[in-house]
T-cell receptor
């Protein structure tokens, strides 16, 4: 079952602009994670935010979590052509044993 | 060089044939996972194993089988009962003891001849 819904499905921006991707989910979570996938490759973990956290930063990445709205956003600042990839949110449900439930992803294209 | 390896990179299956995808990790992780990804879609969980000699079905286990005889290895067999096997298959592992992120292999693309 797909827990996460991501918005937009596709995003195209110019290098240097900021990119914002949103993720909504349906049930209570333990944590929410963002992953990146380059075309035809495996996923790479970007950042994890726990249910009791509201915002987290890692380099040019900023993640927010609003548990009352069951939503999260990923902001990539000062984007680069190398950021072109698909980005997935994944939730770990409360009381779960580590299973990830993935959204369908946002495909980001950064034009040089 | 630590990590997760998957082989082969591409695999071709004939009608009625069982094929096995390999996944090996040297991260000393207890938990391992198999996902299926269809074009333009997210990942769906096929099977997972939290410890050697134990595994559980995920959301789309029908037509697949796994084994976990060694900590390092979690092979996935796509059986002839899986009628639509064409997809990208990803293996992942996760450390216990507080580790919550999953580490992914490079994937195997399965195509039907």
């Amino acid at each position: 079952s797909q827990q996460g819904e991501e918005d937009p499905q596709a995003l195209s921006i110019q290098e240097g602009e900021n990119a914002t991707m949103n993720c909504s989910y349906k049930t209570s979570i333990n944590n929410l994670q963002w992953y990146r996938q380059n075309s035809g490759r495996g996923l790479v973990h970007l950042i994890l935010i726990r249910s009791n956290e509201r915002e987290k930063h890692s380099g040019r990445l900023r993640v927010t979590l609003d548990t009352s709205k069951k939503s999260s956003s990923l902001l990539i600042t000062a984007s680069r052509a190398a950021d072109t990839a698909s980005y997935f949110c994944a939730t770990v449900l409360s009381g779960n044993t580590g299973k990830l439930i993935f959204g369908q992803g946002t495909t980001l294209q950064v034009k040089p | 060089d630590g990590g997760i390896t998957q082989s082969p990179k591409y695999l071709f299956r004939k009608e009625g044939q069982n094929v096995t995808l390999s996944c090996e990790q040297n991260l000393n992780h207890d938990a391992m996972y198999w996902y299926r990804q269809d074009p333009g879609q997210g990942l769906r969980l096929i099977y997972y194993s939290q410890i050697v000699n134990d595994f559980q079905k995920g959301d789309i286990a029908e037509g697949y089988s796994v084994s976990r005889e060694k900590k390092e290895s979690f092979p996935l067999t796509v059986t002839s009962a899986q009628k639509n096997p064409t997809a990208f298959y990803l293996c992942a592992s996760r450390g216990t003891g507080g580790g919550e992120t999953q580490y992914f292999g490079p994937g195997t693309r399965l195509l039907v001849l």
